[in-house]
Structures are given as C-alpha cells and as structure tokens.
C-alpha cells in the first residue's frame, strides 16, 4: 500500500481501468489487473469499497459523461450552422439549399429524440347495424 491514501497502487489502477472497460465487472477486473483468480472476487469487492478507488472511478464516469454531453452539444450546433446556412433565402430563388436544411433537420431531431412515434387512438364505435351495412355483413 502507499504512504498517502490518495494515491493509488499500480494494481489499484489497473483494476479501476479494467473495471471502467468491462462494464463495471469487479472480479473480471482483479483478474485482469493481476490479482489472483482465486481471489478475485473478494479483492474485487474490497476495492470498490475504498474511497479513494470510489473516487478515481467516479471522476473517470463523469468525464466520460462530460465527454459525451460536449460531443452531443458540438454536434448539434454544428447541425445548427448547416440548417441556418441552408436554410438562406436568395431574393429569386428561395431557399437556397432545402434538401440539405430538410435533411439537417431530421438528424437535429433523431438527436433530440423529436421523431418517437406519437400514439393515436384511432378506434371508433358505430352500432352494429351501421358496421354491418359499412362490411356489407363481412366480419373482418
């Protein structure tokens, strides 16, 4: 163990590592980080119940995390430039690109979650005498 209990050994590291990459499996990490198989799974619980191995694995989630909101938000503006450059209208012709402001916009919205399938109801209830004369007395 190291002197400061900030700090991490190599085999600590290595487990955090391994841990982050396999999904969060803590005996596949000891494993993998150089622990013994037989070990494993108590070496693997006893770490995530250390703070500073807690920590080191929280900070790695959340810049993952972060990594991904920045990508996402970099992503859609540039999807914003496209649609508002495309989107331009020349005095004459209009607008001056429309298949590539249509298709900016579908992606923007895929990103967005905006095209999930809106529920309708569309059951109606006539008598049966209506239904019957509507099927022409099929029971489809």
Same mark, same amino acid.
Request: glycine share 4%; charged share 20%.
């Given at each position: 163990m190291t002197a400061n209990t900030n700090e991490l050994t190599l085999k600590q590291s290595a487990f955090i590592k391994a841990y982050l990459l396999n999904g969060g499996n803590a005996t596949q990490a000891a494993i993998t980080a150089g622990y013994s @198989? #037989?070990? @494993?799974? %108590? &070496?693997? +619980?006893?770490?995530? %119940?250390?703070?500073?191995?807690? #920590?080191? &694995? #929280? @900070?790695?989630? +959340?810049q993952a995390h972060n990594d991904f909101i920045w990508s996402k938000t970099k992503k859609l503006e540039a999807l914003q430039s496209i649609i508002d450059a495309a989107m331009t209208e020349h005095q004459d012709k209009g607008i001056l690109n429309a298949q590539a402001a249509i298709a900016a916009i579908k992606v923007h919205n895929e990103m967005q979650g905006d095209n999930a399938p809106i529920e309708t109801n569309n059951t109606l209830k006539v008598s049966s005498s209506l239904a019957e004369r509507l099927t022409g007395g099929s029971k489809r």
């Open positions: @198989a #037989k070990t @494993a799974y %108590s &070496i693997g +619980q006893e770490n995530l %119940s250390k703070p500073v191995i807690q #920590k080191h &694995i #929280k @900070a790695h989630q +959340q």
